[in-house]
Nanobody, 123 residues
Framework: QVQLVESGGGLVQAGGSLRLSCVAS????????MGWYRQASGKQRELVAAITSGSSTNYADSVKGRFTISRDNAKNTVYLQMNSLKPEDTAVYYCNADLVSGGSLYYEENNYWGQGTQVTVSS
């Protein structure tokens, strides 16, 4: 069974920094894309940043220049370094992974979500 577990959320003042981590565990063969999404209260979930297995990245316009996504393939871990945080960055941040898992007789590709971690930026 595959699990994504996030950590690193919390309360920070505007202008501060936080680093989120997400570890994928289970019978994983390969992880294609890992990403971070966020959902603010009363709003739809939106993509924040994503990174491929080859380290190509994609960012939402609202976080470009402030957030950096990275991954450690050996540890099945993705990070989100968030600098110059703003109150509008307040949201629940979710880890997402598109990966291939399975056993000795089969494999399958699925998309997985973490449970989410709260990030609150005070003004």
């Amino acid at each position: 069974q595959v699990q994504l577990v996030e950590s690193g959320g919390g309360l920070v003042q505007a202008g501060g920094s936080l680093r989120l981590s997400c570890v994928a565990s289970g019978s994983i063969f390969t992880i294609n894309v890992m990403g971070w999404y966020r959902q603010a209260s009363g709003k739809q979930r939106e993509l924040v940043a994503a990174i491929t297995s080859g380290s190509s990245t994609n960012y939402a316009d609202s976080v470009k220049g402030r957030f950096t996504i990275s991954r450690d393939n050996a540890k099945n871990t993705v990070y989100l370094q968030m600098n110059s945080l703003k109150p509008e960055d307040t949201a629940v941040y979710y880890c997402n992974a598109d990966l291939v898992s399975g056993g000795s007789l089969y494999y399958e590709e699925n998309n997985y979500w973490g449970q989410g971690t709260q990030v609150t930026v005070s003004s």
